[in-house]
C-alpha cells in the first residue's frame, strides 16, 4: 500500500449545532469549535469533519444547502470559518467538510430558477417530469424520509420534480455536465481556502437508473424502498472518477465517502490505489438488523457475536485494497454504546471494550462528539420532543404497523438520529455547559454524570481510555504495525470473546471478553507486554501462555515474533 499523509491520523466528526455554543444563543457555532481546538489536540485528534454549516433552512439540519459558497449566519461568518481553518493548522490538524451534493435545498439559487423556467437551462440541473392528475407517478420509490420522491413543483401543476431524501431536497441531475462541473468548481473553491478534504454524503445516489421504473413494493403504502434501484443503477464511476480527477487530486485532498449498496467487486474502485476516494465508511455493523418494515420491526442491539461477525466481515473484505474508516457512531446514528452493548452490559468498563475493539482494527478511526466520554441514547417519554424528520416518519410507521404510542416512541429511542444529536456534555452545569442560553435540542439528563470536565479529572475514565488509545496508534513504536500490519482474527469461534492480532513490525493481540464472567485465554505466543488494559489488572499463567481476563476486560499484548 502505498503511503499516504492520512493514514497514520485520528479523525473526530463534529455536528455544529450541538457541540459548543459561544454567544448563548442555543446553537453550537464555529467560534465554538474555535474554542475547544486544543481538547481536541489533547485527545489525539488530527482531522476534523464538520456536518454542513453552509446557507440552509435547515430542513434536514443543514443536509439542504441553499448556497454552497456561504456560511449559515447560525454557525457563524466566513471570516470565523477562516480563521478555523488557520487556527487548526497551527495545531497540524486538517479541517474537514460535508460534500452534500446528490441534491440541495428548494430554496438554492438554481432550483429557484427551474421553478420560473421549468423546461429552461436549469430545470435541467434537476429531474423535472410532466404529471397529470391520475396517472401514475414516473417511478413507484420511496424516499428515505417516507413517501414518494415525487413532488409538484410549486407554481406548476402539470410538473413534478424528484427527491430522494426530503421534498426540500431537489435530486440534483448528475447526468447534467454543467451540474458536474458547477459542483468540481465549489470543491476547487474550498480546497483553495485551505480544507483537508471532504466527507462526501449520500454519493451513491447521484446515478439513478434511468428511464424511471417501478421496483418491488415492501409496504401496504405501495412503494419501493431505494436500494432496489441503486443495486440496479451501473455508471457511478463515471462521475465520481471525474470528480477525483477534476477536483480532489489537484490537492491531494482527503476524502471520505459515506457509501452503502457498495458491491464487492467495486471496493478497489472505490478505495484502492488511485480510487475515486482516499477511504469509505464501515457501515457492516450499523446496517446489521434493520426490518424493510422500520425500525419497529428492527434490532435494538447487537449481540457480541453479531457485532464480531460484522467487523471482521468488512475487514476481510477490505484486506489488500485499501483502508476503511472505523465508526461506532455518527449523527445518523444511535449511540454505539446503546446500540452495541446489551443493557446488562452497560458500563464504563464494557465502554472502553467497545472502543478499543474497535479503534485498533485496521483502518482510520473516527470519534464522534460525546463518543470519547460514552454518551448514551436519550429516552424519549413524548413526540413533542422528537426533532429529526426521519424519527417523525419512523414513528408513525409504527403506528400505522399497530403500535401503540408508547411502542412507537420505544422505538425512537432507540434509533433516533436525536440520539447522536443532543449537545455535547462539558460539564455538569446548566444544559451540560453547552450553551448559556435555551439549547435548540433537548439536553440528555445524564449529564451530570457523564461530562467532559468529571471525566479529565479522572485517570479511569472512558475520555482518558480514548486519550491512551490515540497515543498507542501513534506510539512510534507500534504505529507501523497498528496503521500498516495485518488483521489476523484469533479464537473467532469463541463466544463472547472478540480478538484479532495486528502484525507488523510487532507482533500484537487485541483481545476484549464481552461477558459478564471472567475467561481463561490461550495466546498464539507469549506476552512480552500489556500496552493497554481497561483494568488494572490481568493475570498471565502457564509461562505468559494464557491470560484471565475479568467481564468486560480488554487488554492490548505485545507477543513475542
Known amino acids: 500500500m502505498k503511503k499516504q499523509w492520512w493514514h497514520d491520523k485520528v479523525a473526530y466528526q463534529i455536528y455544529p449545532k450541538s457541540f459548543y455554543d459561544s454567544n448563548g444563543d442555543g446553537i453550537g457555532d464555529i467560534p465554538g469549535i474555535i474554542s475547544k481546538l486544543d481538547y481536541l489536540k489533547d485527545l489525539g485528534v488530527d482531522i476534523v469533519w464538520l456536518s454542513p454549516i453552509y446557507q440552509s433552512p435547515l430542513a434536514d439540519q443543514g443536509y439542504d444547502i441553499s448556497d454552497y459558497y456561504k456560511i449559515d449566519p447560525r454557525f457563524g461568518t466566513m471570516e470565523d470559518m477562516d480563521r478555523l481553518i488557520a487556527e487548526a493548522k497551527k495545531r497540524e490538524m486538517y479541517i474537514l467538510m460535508d460534500l452534500v451534493v446528490n441534491h440541495c435545498s428548494d430554496e438554492h439559487e438554481w432550483f429557484q430558477k427551474a421553478i420560473q423556467d421549468p423546461d429552461g437551462k436549469y430545470g435541467n440541473f434537476f429531474y423535472i417530469q410532466d404529471r397529470k392528475e391520475g396517472e401514475p407517478l414516473p417511478c413507484n420509490w420511496r424516499s428515505y424520509f417516507g413517501g414518494p420522491v415525487w413532488e409538484p413543483l410549486p407554481g406548476h401543476p402539470d410538473k413534478q420534480y424528484l427527491h430522494v431524501f426530503h421534498k426540500k431536497q431537489p435530486d440534483l441531475n448528475w447526468e447534467n455536465p454543467e451540474v458536474r462541473e458547477e459542483v468540481y468548481k465549489n470543491i476547487r473553491w474550498w480546497m483553495e481556502k485551505g480544507l483537508g478534504g471532504f466527507r462526501i454524503d449520500a454519493i451513491i445516489n447521484i446515478k439513478k437508473k434511468l428511464p424511471f421504473a417501478d421496483y418491488p413494493v415492501d409496504r401496504e403504502d405501495g412503494l419501493s424502498p431505494i436500494g432496489y434501484m441503486l443495486a440496479d443503477a451501473t455508471g457511478v464511476g463515471d462521475f465520481l472518477g471525474e470528480m477525483q480527477e477534476k477536483a480532489f487530486a489537484p490537492y491531494n485532498a482527503f476524502t471520505v465517502g459515506e457509501v452503502f449498496n457498495a458491491k464487492d467487486e467495486e ?207 501513534k506510539d512510534p513504536q507500534y504505529s507501523e504495525t497498528l496503521v500498516y500490519g495485518e488483521f489476523r482474527p484469533y479464537l473467532e469461534k469463541k463466544k463472547n470473546l472478540i480478538a484479532y492480532e495486528r502484525v507488523g513490525e510487532k507482533h500484537l493481540l487485541i483481545l476484549g471478553n464481552f461477558q459478564n464472567e471472567e475467561r481463561v485465554v490461550d495466546l498464539p505466543e507469549k506476552a512480552l507486554n500489556v500496552l493497554l488494559n481497561n483494568l488494572k489488572h490481568g493475570i498471565f499463567t502457564d509461562k505468559g501462555k494464557k491470560i484471565l481476563l475479568s467481564a468486560y476486560q480488554f487488554v492490548v499484548l505485545e507477543l513475542e515474533k
Not at 432507540?414 to 460539564?427: E, K, L, V
Open 267 to 473: 471496493l478497489k474502485d472505490f478505495i484502492g490505489e488511485g480510487g475515486y476516494f482516499s477511504t469509505m465508511f464501515d457501515f457492516c455493523e450499523t446496517c446489521y438488523g434493520k426490518s424493510a418494515k422500520g425500525w419497529y420491526d428492527s434490532r435494538k442491539y447487537l449481540t457480541p457475536e453479531e457485532y464480531k461477525s460484522c467487523i471482521f466481515q468488512a475487514q476481510k473484505k477490505i484486506s489488500g485494497i485499501g483502508m476503511i474508516s472505523n465508526i461506532i457512531e455518527n449523527h445518523d446514528e444511535p449511540r454505539g454504546v446503546s446500540h452495541y452493548i446489551l443493557p446488562q452490559d452497560l458500563c464504563d468498563e464494557s465502554k472502553k471494550l467497545l472502543a478499543g475493539v474497535y479503534f485498533l482494527l485496521k483502518g482510520l478511526p473516527f470519534i464522534y462528539q460525546g463518543q470519547e466520554i460514552g454518551m448514551e441514547n436519550m429516552k424519549f417519554t413524548d413526540k413533542g420532543e422528537i426533532d429529526d424528520i426521519s424519527t417523525l416518519d419512523e414513528y408513525q410507521v409504527a403506528l400505522e404497523a399497530g403500535k401503540s404510542q408508547e411502542e412507537a416512541l420505544e422505538t425512537a429511542s432507540a434509533f433516533s438520529r436525536d440520539n447522536a444529536r443532543t449537545p455535547m456534555q462539558w460539564n455538569s452545569r446548566e444544559h451540560a455547559g453547552f450553551t448559556t442560553g435555551k439549547p435548540w435540542l433537548h439536553v440528555n439528563p445524564n449529564y451530570m454524570d457523564i461530562n467532559v470536565e468529571a471525566q479529565e479529572k479522572d485517570e479511569g475514565s472512558v475520555l482518558s481510555f480514548y486519550k491512551k488509545l490515540t497515543r498507542l496508534r
